[in-house]
């Protein structure tokens, strides 16, 4: 795998996250320690994707 192909997999991955975490704030129930939780895995794919993109 080239790093371009992993740098775009990590930001499809980033992009699902996001979407995940809107989704989970805009519902009535949300669990707040699941979207914390996704938070920071969408923190450390951009991390990922920064130190990869350098």
């Known amino acids: 795998m080239t790093i371009a192909s992993h740098l775009q997999e990590l930001r499809r991955k980033h992009e699902n996250l996001s979407s995940m975490v809107e989704q989970a704030e805009r519902s009535p129930g949300a669990d707040h320690l699941k979207v914390a939780e ?3 895995q969408k923190l450390r794919l ?3 994707i920064t130190r990869l993109a350098q």
């Open 38 to 40: 996704l938070k920071k």
């Open 46 to 48: 951009k991390e990922e």
